[in-house]
């Protein structure tokens, strides 16, 4: 069985410190409503690159203190700050999160053997699994497929959740490690990545539309590709007014439409403007209600 994973966002409050009661709400409603299979906490969506530390161990806390075992959870941990991605990777195994993963190190030009070295030390002293955090648009960092092959030396290193167009690549990834865990990140190119086998999808647009996209694979494993093209084609629809009206932002909104306190972004990123909110009750009426 394919699974379905919303990146879990944050919801903060004005000032930027974290609302926790908003936070919960959005994981109650991924569980109860889209009965996602599990969710990815920390990591782009959740807006993890620009919380403190303090920020990052509550959301982390948070989170599994609010899903327990009802879900599958994911805990991206990677910093460009090895110490603190070492530290959080045994922080969250302590909490008992059942994964763990990190993004590429990124904004120096690391080499290769830099980066392996990364991967290895955050493993080295958890019990536990990683999935590595391949998102080459926001990092600038692409991974070779001999380069993955390298990574996977480590046993503890399980499978990647691939935010990548290239599909080239993603055929020749799932071909050489058909025992690794490869996990989709653009929610857009969902039907495409199914076609390639991965094992399931991580994503932001699953916070709103998750049903859709659960039917969109089961219509892929029954092999109505017709159908799945169809709840694609909806499903980018919502993705595209999203993006056209900024994503992160515009998805809180749109939660606030559900009756889900979604808080809203941290500063820089922007801050609702009657525009953004018009856009986003649009966004509701049109492809969600
Ligand atoms: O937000 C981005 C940035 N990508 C997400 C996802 O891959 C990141 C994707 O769902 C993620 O899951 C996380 O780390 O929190 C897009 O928002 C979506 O496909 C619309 O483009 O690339």
Redesign the pocket.
């Known amino acids: 069985m394919k699974k379905l994973y919303s990146?879990l966002m944050t919801a903060f409050n004005d000032d930027g410190s974290i609302n926790e009661a908003g936070t919960r709400e959005m994981i109650r409603y991924n569980i109860d409503v889209n009965k996602v299979d599990g969710l990815?906490v920390g990591?782009?969506?959740?807006e993890n690159f620009n919380m403190s530390h303090e920020q990052k161990e509550q959301v982390f806390k948070i989170a599994i203190d609010e899903a327990k075992n009802d879900v599958d959870l994911i805990a991206?941990v990677g910093s460009l700050d090895l110490n603190e991605a070492k530290y959080l990777a045994k922080f969250v195994t302590d909490l008992g999160y059942p994964h763990i993963s990190a993004v590429t190190p990124f904004y120096y030009n690391y080499t290769f053997e830099q980066i392996k070295d990364y991967y290895n030390e955050i493993v080295k002293d958890v019990d536990n699994e990683l999935i590595i955090y391949s998102?080459p648009?926001?990092t600038g960092v692409s991974l070779s497929l001999d380069q993955f092959d390298e990574l996977f030396e480590n046993p503890k290193i399980i499978g990647i959740k691939y935010?990548n167009a290239d599909f080239f690549l993603l055929e020749r990834v799932r071909n050489r490690f058909p025992d690794k865990l490869i996990l989709s990140?653009?929610?857009?190119m969902l039907l495409p990545a199914l076609a390639l086998g991965v094992d399931g999808a991580?994503?932001?647009?699953y916070n709103l539309n998750a049903k859709r996209a659960k039917a969109e694979m089961n219509a892929f494993d029954a092999g109505d590709i017709d159908k799945a093209r169809q709840l694609q084609k909806d499903s980018n629809d919502l993705?595209s007014a999203l993006?056209a009206n900024d994503?992160y932002p515009s998805i809180k909104l749109v939660f606030k439409e559900l009756g889900v306190n979604a808080g809203v972004t941290k500063k820089p990123m922007a801050q609702p403007t009657p525009e953004m909110i018009a856009g986003a009750k649009k966004i509701y009426n049109d492809y969600l209600k």
């Open positions: 990146a990815y990591g782009s969506t959740g991206q998102i648009a926001l935010t990140g653009f929610d857009e991580i994503g932001s647009t993705i993006i994503i």
